[in-house]
């Protein structure tokens, strides 16, 4: 057990220690002169403090204006300052992708992350991974070109720069100042530490947290991070399902479900950037609960079940009788969802995720709709909404009376009414009540023609 | 070879990618440094009753509380003097500074912040440029510009269409927000280190607050991390913020806005709304047009009259108009100040007369395109402004013909209408859009640079002038065009940070004419150079050649000076340098650059305001869900007249920058606000700008070859043109909606969002399903 955190920077270690641990990455790198990551939006929506972190043998980009120094123990993290003069860096000299130049440190970190994992890269590759990041100059478009045109073999992998780790797996207990920070190495330790501390809050990703630290001047007394716990980062198909740990990264589902659940893989793509979804979890979008959690839909209409540990055992909640009300949860302040169960529909599926911008954007609605058919008709339907209530909904006056009919465009016109009937959306600075009840409609009626097509 | 005409990179991009460059808030605190921020009124309109700051000054950690009374004065404002830069008596905007506050962490002002009491009595805040009109409360004189018999013109006309043009307003969104350091000197000088378009401006107002000669204040401009206008006014309020606390306490002092405050309480584009009324003959040619603009001009004016200047000298665009009134009127609203923004207020213009010919297009059932060019400004008749000014070296007409061409406008207006018909889940529109833009402040005063270039014994030189650098790559160009004004490699030229001390009494970097400006003064004073280089070469290449000495057969090229009647006989361009010198030849000049050819009286709305135009003509197509209103750019093609780039990498990356930051405004960025005047998208969670996924999937940005005799080295300026062309990408969500409107003449207000999207589809259809029209 140790009462610092140890990390590299660039290669080079540092403990960090005391107030220090609670502050953020990109604070703590700046006030070492390290002002090379910028901070613009302190939420993780702009990409301009991106870096990199060791993830095995590959260095992923995250935000580290949302991230805590206690999340980094054992990592290895490379900053801008970290990187040298390397083709992606050269290439946008070349091609102009650097205009006022606010922005740039963190694109040439985050496209530095996507030669960790290809030789190349296209336009389309381009416009995916680099919607995390900003820049309100150049129009992107020579950014794109700038990536385009890094040759391949070019980008040596961070791993050979820096291949130093920090192996010693301990434990890490750091109290300051009334705080304290617990990273267990087992999944017991954990589970005591959340009954003996309450509010304790799990920082995984802290996607959420690190916005709130900032924005709401948010501390809690005891902070969890789970990331140390092996068990937790399992991954594996089972009997018809994908059981996902509390660890497993956003990234690392999207890419289990590619040929597993291609829809769900779909909304993965488009649910935040690389830099969020390195860092969040499926457990963290569960937990958060928020009424527009883009993976909640599928969840609920697939069948998701969550596996609850606490000191005193297990249990298993099928997420559709979890959410109680805006943010309220059929969980206690000592359990942790340690699993997910989610379940590989081989239904009619369609997900949806309506938000201002394609990319990067909390939805202003979301839905998803599986229906199981036979010759034309449906035997049943299950639909999930989100946006349109405190909690994700079903919808069970459509589902039921989407049962027994036709599949044909006056059903789902029909459906479509039931559904605005269902609901009753607010308003709000992501869309009114009218445009969501709107939405909820037509959802109904746009699934249609895309299935009958 | 010569240096202006290549794609070198930005002079600050290797700073840029490995993470050197500093801005202000990366520069390292300075002894004794304090921390600075403000206290700013949370309601919209009211009466200060009590400002208590006994509590605040307890808090551990915190320095000093400043007012009104601490400052020598406080009314200030670059055209009209309204604006206070803390409230006195009665607060006028959420987010105006009232108690400034000096900590030693950040965490002290949070609690300073907390413990403040302000007690405020509301009065009635007015949020609409209609409430506006009602009560009457004008900013500045309502203005005209007139030409031709107005009655006479709608006489002639064979129809008239009108209506209301409306736009939201737009946060600049620089990813460098607001920020300042002020260090005391000695004898009560003041440097101020401030991310600034207008350090001069800064300066002025600085001295003037704190009651000081202006010699004591000196403004140093690095760079900035953006400015889009944004830095063009108000970054002065920082910086005279920090320069209040440096004076008090006589420490350091940084203030750096965080993203969240910075978009709260710094204004941004104008919201307008115009009332037109266009009449035409039955072939679509304008006979009369009556356009009324009025904005949003915030609680003060800032650059508000001058920003209506530029629209409604813009609300022609490309277009002639022989019977014309168009007035401005800057409505008083309880915002922050709306200001400076990429464009101006020509953006505003342009697009209300692009929308009336869209409209008249589908009015006469005749393609848009077709009725544009027959409205286009002609070469040698029907080409003279509402406010008399001749558009020559007019490139419109080949603009309309060659982009249409490129773009196959024809054949995809053909297909748009096949997929419209087939398509049950989508809709697609396509426009044609042009802008003719005009270069040069509207206030003549503003037209002039001074440059200071120096020459080292090794040849090397530095240069300052009054352009800030904000990533537009004014720095490079002037580098480039210093480079061949002595025949040497642009790698010798260093474009220092702009500072008070070497340029005095500079303007704005703004207007798009940073380039023009000071590229033509830092000319200026090579040519001085030179001209003293020139006669002692002259002499020398006499005794060295043995040719009778002549100044005219000296050439500057190549690295090298040489008498071009013997040029082998050259001289290294560092060893003339150092011959110069022996000599005391003065190897460092001031120049000086004043636009020729304006006169422009805004009183009578007629002149010459602008020295030429920068025009292009874009074609854009998009496509929209019917069910979802999501809208997708599917293809722009830009086609450009900006004389011959002195940097073509660079005005590239204006013209994609430009149009992707026009397209944001008109699509997705909007400024939500709740009934008290807060507004709610004050961060890129809520508010968003353009990101990489919303380049239009085929993107064509190109130029035609053209030259500029009025400016130097042919050049022209590019900064804000492309940015008007992203209105047609407005315009072709327009003629989607046409595809659904039936007979009516579609309508949607700016910008397009997919909410406000799917509210006009919906509309449109439940019309038609009314008049039993079968929706497709």
């Known amino acids: 057990m140790r009462d610092h955190l140890r990390l590299l920077i660039n290669g080079r270690e540092h403990e960090v220690r005391g107030r220090d641990v609670f502050a953020t990455v990109a604070n703590w790198l700046r006030a070492r002169g390290a002002t090379g990551t910028k901070i613009v939006c302190e939420e993780g929506d702009c990409g301009a403090c991106t870096v990199l972190i060791r993830r095995g043998e590959t260095f992923l980009p995250v935000n580290s204006c949302i991230q805590s120094m206690f999340q980094l123990d054992g990592a290895s993290i490379v900053t801008v300052e970290g990187l040298g003069m390397n083709a992606v860096q050269q290439s946008m000299i070349a091609h102009h992708g650097a205009q006022c130049g606010y922005c740039t440190p963190g694109f040439v970190v985050a496209m530095t992350g996507m030669f960790e994992t290809r030789d190349h890269v296209d336009e389309p590759c381009a416009r995916a991974e680099l919607v995390g990041n900003l820049c309100r100059c150049t129009g992107y478009e020579p950014i794109i070109k700038a990536a385009c045109a890094v040759e391949s073999g070019s980008m040596r992998r961070m791993h050979e720069i820096y291949p130093q780790t920090i192996d010693d797996d301990q434990s890490v207990l750091i109290e300051d100042e009334g705080r304290t920070f617990f990273a267990p190495t087992t999944l017991d330790d954990a589970l005591t530490f959340k009954r003996k501390f309450k509010p304790c809050t799990i920082v995984q990703g802290a996607t959420d947290v690190g916005v709130w630290i900032n924005k709401r001047a948010y501390s809690a007394a005891a902070m969890l991070s789970l990331s140390k716990i092996a068990e937790l980062r399992e991954l594996r198909e089972d009997e018809g399902a994908i059981v996902a740990g509390a660890n497993v990264s956003l990234t690392e589902l999207e890419s289990f479900t590619r040929d597993r659940i291609p829809e769900l893989h779909r909304i993965l793509n488009i649910f935040g950037s690389a830099q969020i979804k390195n860092a969040g979890t499926l457990a963290g979008n569960i937990a958060n609960g928020s009424p527009i959690g883009d993976t909640l839909p599928y969840l609920m209409v697939a069948g998701a079940m969550l596996e609850i540990a606490s000191v005193d055992g297990t249990r298993l909640v099928d997420i559709n009788q979890f959410y109680k009300g805006y943010k309220q949860f059929d969980l206690a302040p000592h359990e942790i969802i340690v699993r997910v169960r989610v379940p590989i529909v081989r239904d009619t599926l369609k997900l949806y995720k309506v938000s201002r911008r394609r990319d990067l954007d909390i939805s202003a609605f979301t839905a998803a709709i599986r229906l199981s058919t036979t010759d034309g008709h449906i035997n049943a339907a299950a639909i999930a909404y989100g946006g349109v209530a405190p909690t994700v909904l079903r919808l069970k006056n459509t589902e039921s009376f989407l049962a027994g009919k036709p599949i044909n465009a006056d059903t789902f016109e029909t459906a479509g009414r039931i559904a605005r009937d269902e609901i009753a959306p607010i308003s709000d600075v992501r869309g009114s009540r009218d445009y969501r009840l709107q939405l909820a409609e037509n959802i109904l009626c746009k699934f249609y023609y895309e299935i009958a097509t | ?776």
């Open chain 2, 1 to 776: 070879m010569s240096s202006v005409g290549r794609n070198i990179p930005h002079d600050s991009a290797r700073g840029h990618v490995t993470g050197e460059s500093i801005y202000v808030d990366d520069m390292p605190p300075l002894r004794g440094e304090v921390i600075v921020d403000f206290y700013w009124s949370p309601v919209a309109h009211g009466r200060i009753r009590s400002v208590d700051t006994t509590a605040a000054c307890g808090v551990p950690g915190v320095v000093a509380l400043f007012t009104h009374h601490d400052l020598a004065h406080n009314l200030f404002g670059p055209t009209l003097q309204d604006e206070v830069l803390l409230a006195e008596d009665v607060v006028m905007f959420i987010g105006q500074p009232i108690v400034v506050i000096a900590a030693e962490s950040r965490d002290a002002i949070k609690a300073a912040k907390a413990a403040i009491k302000v007690e405020i009595e509301p009065l009635e805040p007015v949020f609409t440029i209609d409430e506006a009109k009602k009560r009457r409360d004008f900013i500045g004189p309502v203005r005209h510009i007139r030409r031709g018999d107005l009655a006479r013109g709608f006489a002639e006309a064979d129809h008239v269409i009108e209506g209301v043009w409306i736009n939201g307003g737009q946060d600049h969104f620089y990813l460098e927000s607001q920020a300042a350091i002020a260090v005391p000197g000695e004898h009560d000088q003041l440097t101020v280190h401030s991310s600034t378009q207008n350090p001069s401006e800064v300066q002025h107002v600085v001295a003037h607050l704190l009651g000081v000669p202006i010699n004591k204040i000196t403004v140093v401009t690095k760079r900035m991390g953006g400015g889009f206008g944004g830095k063009e006014c108000q970054a002065t309020h920082p910086a005279a913020i920090a320069s209040l606390v440096a004076q008090k306490l006589k420490r350091a002092a940084r203030i750096a806005y965080s993203k969240d405050d910075d978009m709260c309480v710094t204004g941004g584009r104008h919201p307008f709304q115009n009332d037109y009324k266009i009449g035409f003959k039955s072939d679509g040619t304008i006979t009369a047009a009556k356009i009324d603009c009025y904005s949003d001009g915030g609680a003060f004016n800032d650059l508000s009259t001058s920003v209506m200047g530029r629209a409604m000298t813009h609300a022609d665009n490309a277009y002639y108009l022989p019977n014309v009134e168009i007035t401005g009127t800057v409505c008083r609203t309880n915002y922050p100040p709306n200001t400076a923004f990429r464009g101006f207020g020509g953006p505003q213009g342009i697009i209300t007369i692009e929308n009336a010919l869209e409209e008249i297009a589908y009015f006469l059932g005749k393609d848009p395109l077709e009725i544009r060019k027959r409205n286009c400004y002609g070469i040698d008749d029907r080409n003279v402004t509402p406010y008399g000014q001749t558009v020559s070296n007019n490139h419109l007409p080949q603009l309309f013909e060659q982009c249409g061409e490129q773009a196959e406008y024809a054949k995809r207006v053909t297909d748009v209408g096949a997929f419209n018909a087939s398509s049950k889940t989508h809709v697609r529109g396509i426009a044609a859009t042009a802008v003719k833009f005009g270069i040069s402040f509207n206030t003549k005063a503003l037209n002039q640079a001074n440059a200071l270039v120096n020459v080292y014994l090794d040849g090397s030189v530095q240069v300052s002038t009054g352009a800030t650098e904000m990533g537009q790559g004014v720095n490079t160009k002037i580098q480039q065009i210093v480079a061949d004004e002595f025949g040497i490699d642009p790698e010798l030229v260093i474009v220092m940070a702009t500072s008070t001390e070497k340029n005095n009494n500079t303007s704005a970097t703004a207007a798009s004419s940073g380039a023009d400006l000071n590229g033509s003064a830092a000319a200026d004073a090579c040519q001085k150079i030179r001209a003293g280089m020139t006669e002692f070469a002259a002499n020398y290449f006499e005794r060295i050649t043995g040719l009778e000495a002549s100044q005219e057969h000296v050439v500057f090229a190549r690295g090298h000076v040489f008498d071009d009647r013997k040029p082998d006989e050259r001289v290294p361009f560092h060893a003339m340098v150092k011959m110069a010198y022996l000599d005391r030849v003065s190897l460092g000049e001031r120049g000086f650059y004043a636009t020729k050819h304006l006169d422009w009286d805004a009183d009578t709305g007629a002149g010459t305001p602008f020295l030429y135009f920068t025009q292009g003509v874009a074609v854009s197509e998009v496509e929209l869900d019917r069910f979802t209103g999501h809208m997708r750019v599917l293809r722009s093609d830009l086609l450009m007249d900006i004389g011959k780039p002195i940097n073509p990498g660079i005005d590239r990356g204006q013209l994609t920058g430009a149009f992707i930051q026009g397209m944001g405004w008109l699509t997705n960025e909007e400024l939500r606000y709740d009934a008290q005047g807060n507004l709610l998208s004050h961060s890129p969670t809520t508010y968003k700008i353009p990101n990489i996924g919303d380049v239009p999937d085929v993107f064509n940005v190109a130029w035609i070859d053209a030259e500029n005799a009025l400016n130097i080295r042919s050049s022209k300026a590019v900064g804000e043109p492309p940015l008007c062309l992203a209105v047609s990408v407005y315009m072709a969500v327009k003629n989607a909606l046409s595809y659904v409107s039936g007979t009516e003449i579609p309508k949607i207000d700016a910008p397009v969002t997919g909410e406000n999207i799917l509210m006009r589809l919906t509309h449109y259809t439940r019309t038609l399903a009314r008049n039993g029209v079968a929706v497709a």
